[in-house]
């Protein structure tokens, strides 16, 4: 209507996140509130025999030890991982799974005196023969079954092995990725209030409040109308605090044991040990081309590790069933049980592992068959899913390559490896294709016009850094022609009305559309009211006399989206300078582009679409969390191990936002933009690598070690 | 952390009175406070000497003296240092954040501790934390790990990278204890491992350090520093080389050649500066030079990629000073 | 009808048609004489959230019922006699003003009336009130403190705070401190953000701790507590340096700038609105460290200009997960006059 939709507003809560003044969970004001400090298990496998805790408890300040012996027997019933819900390892038993696993909480009046009781915590335990690598165990693969939220977890149209012996150029190829930790900056942070013994707040770094609330009104046996479950910031969250851990509950836990309100941070160690991690990957990749590239079979099978108490499968294959036109393709997940924790969803869960897989093997079908990459995917564009069998909501992945390649110079790259250098460094140029699925979830939002002319728009949504409350703000101020600084979004709280956890890149498209729909309705309740066609809505309530006018919406997916196969699109391109004594891999530059339907604000989109690049290039160059094999304990466990990219990693990124208007996929057009940008990357860069010195590595990270 | 007592000394004489077995000073905190977070380490006493007058750089008898409270930004900093040992400044440039150098000091730098992470996880088997239990990196995880100067006991690698700028430099470690003062030239500063790794170098647990002194050489002030991590900032060195020489009419005089990284103590690699003694430079001269820079080493399934590294950061380092040379000379030394 | 609100006694009813009377959660009773939803703020709430309860005020403003997460509400406005019924119910007297902490089985754990009003305000009232509750709770042998002397309690917990401000003399400060000695902690003086700020701190804690647990000083944030990323950078004498790895204790006699210190009332530094108006956030957990990082940094440079390779080599101590690096540099550039 007025037009807020697409323009570039700074983000709503900057101010209040340069000043300070953002109060995320842990900073959220409780007198009085006491610090818990989990103890993790030194054995990956086995039984707790017992627990001393005599040193830790003579400790001034410190209110209860909390082990497998006292802790209370939740009433609530134990969750089914069958049913997608997350085992949790929450004192109830002697049994251990993993390294760190929870097996006592210390709960002392300062955090200084909790850590240092915890740390006089000793445990007497049975270990039991560990296994912990997914290499050397591979043998004991099983079939994922199913991928959870992603569906069936294998695929087949076609006869690939046919097609493959008519193949002119065949490739197989094993590409294997490795574990990332998700470390949000914010380490995962609950505070549990008790309000007697039946309700419960609890203020929790989570992507998904309403998620936890059912979570814990479930173990505890409460009504989940007497769960609230607050969160206003978050410091990010890529996944991991998608759904509650373990550590959620035993706070709750520890704050009725002591009857006052406990406050649980993770230490950066813990964050690696207890809150997932995107796993281990084998990847084989089977192509199969004609002459010109053209491909005649595909098939993509995933082996990836899991724990062996709960299901998680890393969809890598998900893309490779309908990125390119191909008559015969098989995608298959694998998952092998290790004594670990449990990996999760992790920023592009699937779509990061998997291009990095199949756009390699697309780049060495391209030197195979001697095609530049791009004039390669050219020729294998799919116009509709051939997977799902529909036509895509819309599909502009010919122009983001158009317009990257052009903006990059591609047209000038040679294709011989080793031929590009500037100074004494070897110069590589890749490229890779970009894809990801557009989902949306139910959401509700209720629109309030007061009588001050405020319009207020609720959903229990959550920004994770992602700008909801910035585009929310757009998309309602737009819909009822206010002025933006008269809007207040609020989210974050499960006594707003219900949204989806902020993950998959749904947040927009979901959360947006529902606010919308309360805006829309509650405009169709004030305009017949207005006296003149201008008439602040203002004085339209003073009239009613009542404080406030509102409206509430609940939106679902429309009819028309389930006609359509929804995804984003966008193409990569990188350049990586590499000395070649000391062939540290260095991001020259990229040019992405990206089209993902409508864009409400392009700024806070361009930080997504950078913010998942730079994920990329941590991935491919510089991630990794190592396990020890023998005890099945991460080596690399802190921020300095463990090597997230830091400022001097990263060049200027150039992102094109290409237009897009998708007319199926919702009502406002939304797509998502919060993880498209790892889509491709790794591969584009590893492709590069191939470019500037001739070597194919198929397994991440590249580090210096690997171009020796 | 466990309890402690907290003094903050006034006076050098009081810091070495307050000190003893089970007592620690704090200057910039950056290793100490880390770990006894960790329970690593577990002082009684505290002891702050950041409030202590030895910050000061200035002109010593024998060249230039940095006192053992300089801050690692403020050395890095000095025209003084930058001028006459460009080693040492590369060097801190090239360690930690500029938040860290800014808290961390030249005493605290050369004490700090390993960053094995079975060391520092509190509860692998660790003969430097634990003597007795084991060196859980020797068959485990140690791409960081030393391949130079380790035992069966301990593999782990020396972090610093400015006390292996200061051997290069032939620096002297002046150190108060309760009765006298003394110096240690810091190749003498530090222990291998052998089989007693949480004994790591030979200051005593009530001497001081005051101030390190910075001989004027003719070496020093052609100097470099080449780090190799794996990321291009903030991360400890993969390899290291810190590479001193002097050119006498064309050839090589006197030469140190200290290596980072990839020693259990910073590692003065003295049969590669014997190879280049006299000679004109040239790259054959710099290849032999570093691969016996790595002679001896014993590199393990994880860090055996480091041998080559090592060979290659001390190539690096020579051909900078070389081209700087060249530069200088407007292309005559070679 | 005193007797009715002992301690130990249930709870009268307050019997206000306009009030939800929810039996299953703690409730804070407060008789007031004015109050208003300003007022005691921030500190208000999180004292009800250390108690899990919901508050009640009953004033001549009106009768007020919200939990420390939701918008203060008005449920009704009393008449000066109607107040009075309700005051007697309670044994408070018209110039009254009282504190009662009622348990969710409708029984008083507190009850406080004082005829000259409260000391301090409401929320110190409940503070000194969660205070006394705690000791109850304490196990052993602790007095028999069926009536607490609120009073008392009240004004020793204003002086708590209060002394916070007071410079003390500054040859004691300079007196080697022997810590551990003193069963309730290291006496120490933090100077932030120009205030001088008096407390007892255990030797070992942080001065990051200390900012966001003691001093509500929660914008410095703490991302790794090892040195590792950056979040927890305050200035020192106006230097940047790690609050995690600074123990309280050796941050005194300096001058302690956080994020909260930079603004000058409402008027951003430049630096932060550079950050604001360039994107260099997304979820802004590192946001304050960076923004205290760059201002460092630029500082070191005086009045040289750096290069966007020096301001990436000089912010390379502070992570971003969210991987905002980009505009961070974009807006340390521009946060300068004379560049775009
Ligand atoms: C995240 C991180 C990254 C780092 N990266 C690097 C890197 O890349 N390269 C590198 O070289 N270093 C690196 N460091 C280490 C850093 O340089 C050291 O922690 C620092 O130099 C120690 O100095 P300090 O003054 O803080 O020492 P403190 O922590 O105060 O003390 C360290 C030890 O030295 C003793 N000590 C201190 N001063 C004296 C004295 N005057 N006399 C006798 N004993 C003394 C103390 O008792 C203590 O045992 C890193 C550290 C961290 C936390
Ligand atoms: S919290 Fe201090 S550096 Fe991370
Ligand atoms: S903005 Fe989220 S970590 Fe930097």
Known sequence: MKGDIGKPFDRIDARAKVTGTATYTSEIGVANAAHAVIVGSPIARGRILGIETAAAQQQAGVLAVLTPANAPQLPGAAPDPKKGERVLNVLQDDRVWYVDQPIAVVIADTLERAQHAAALVAVKHEAAPVDAALDASIGRAIDAGDLGPNGKASSARGDVASAMATATHRLEQVYRTQIQAHNPIEPHATTAVWHGDNR?????????????????????????????????????????????????????????????????????????????????????????????????????????????????????????????????????????????????FTRGPGATSGTFALESAMDELAYAANVDPVELRLRNHATRDEDEDKPYSAKTILQCYAQAAQRFGWSKRPMKPGSLRDGGKLVGWGMASVTYPAKQRPAAATARMLADGTLVVQSGTQDIGTGTYTIMSQIAADALDVPLERVRFELGDTALPEAPLSAGSMTAASVGVAVAGACAKLRAELAPQ???????????????????????????????????????????????????LLPLVEIGRIVAAYAAGTIVNPKTTRSQYIGGLVWGIGYALREVSVRDPRSARIVTRDLSDYHVPVETDVPDLEVIQVDEVDRHVNELGIKGVGEIGMSGVTAAIANAVFHATGKRIRELPITIDKLL | MQPFTYVRARTVDEAVAAAGSDTRFVAGGTTLVDLMRLEVMTPRTIVDISGLPLDAIEEGPTGLRVGALARNSAVARDPRVRARYPVLAQALE???????????????????????????????????????TGCAAFDGYHRMHAVLGGSEHCIAAHPSDMAVALLALDAIVHVRGPLATRTVPIADLFLLPKDTPHVEHTIGANELIVHVDLPATPFAAHSRYVKVRDRSEFAFALASAAVAFELRSGRVGEARIALGGVGTRPWRAREAEAVLAGQPPSPELVKKASAAALEGARPRKDNAFKVELARRTVARAFEELLVAQDAKDGGGAR | MTHAVAVGARAPDLALPALVETADCPRVIAFVHRWHPGADGAALRAELRGLGAELVVVSGTGVWAFGPDDHAERVALLSPRQLATVGARFGVSGRGEAVFVVDEHGLVRIAHRSDAGLAGGLADAIAAAAQAMLADSAPAGMLDRREWNLAALVSGFAFVFLTGCKPRDRAQREAPVEAAALPEGLAIELDVNGKVRALRVDPRASLLDTLRERLGLTGTKKGCDMGQCGACTVLLDGERMLSCLTLAAMAQGKKIVTIEGLAQGDELHPMQRAFVERDGLQCGYCTPGQIMSAVGMLAEAGDRQLTDAEVRHGMSGNLCRCGAYPNIVAAIQSSRPGRP
């Open chain 2, 94 to 132: 090239s360690g930690a954040s500029p938040q860290l150098r800014n808290m961390a000091t030249v005493g605290g730098n050369l004490l700090q501790r390993t960053r094995c992470s079975y060391f520092r996880d509190g509860v692998s088997a660790c003969n430097k934390r634990a003597p007795g």
């Open chain 1, 530 to 580: 207005r006296r003149a066609p201008d008439e602040p809505w203002a004085a339209v309530v003073a009239r009613s006399g009542k404080p406030e006018i509102l409206a509430t919406y609940a939106a679902v997916d429309s009819p028309e989206r389930a006609k359509y196969s929804c995804h984003s699109f966008g193409a990569c391109f990188v350049e990586v300078r590499i000395d070649p």
């Open chain 1, 200 to 344: 419960l707040t609890i203020y929790d770094a989570t992507q998904g409040i309403f998620n936890v609330r059912d979570v814990l009104a479930k173990r505890f046996g409460l009504e989940p109308k007497n769960v609230r479950v607050i969160s206003h910031y978050l410091g990010g969250g890529f996944g991991c605090k998608g759904s509650p851990w373990s550590h959620v509950v035993l706070a709750a836990m520890a704050a009725r044991a002591v009857k006052r309100p406990v406050k649980l941070v993770l230490t950066r160690p813990q964050m690696f040990a207890l809150v997932g991690y995107r796993p281990t990957t084998i990847q084989r990749i089977t192509l199969g081309a004609d002459a010109r590239g053209k491909l005649v079979a595909l098939s993509h099978d995933t082996t990836a590790e899991c724990s062996r108490f709960d299901r998680f499968v890393e969809p890598s294959g998900l893309q490779s069933r309908h990125l390119y036109s191909c008559p015969n393709v098989t995608t298959s997940h694998r998952i092998v049980e290790l004594d670990v924790g449990t990996p999760t």
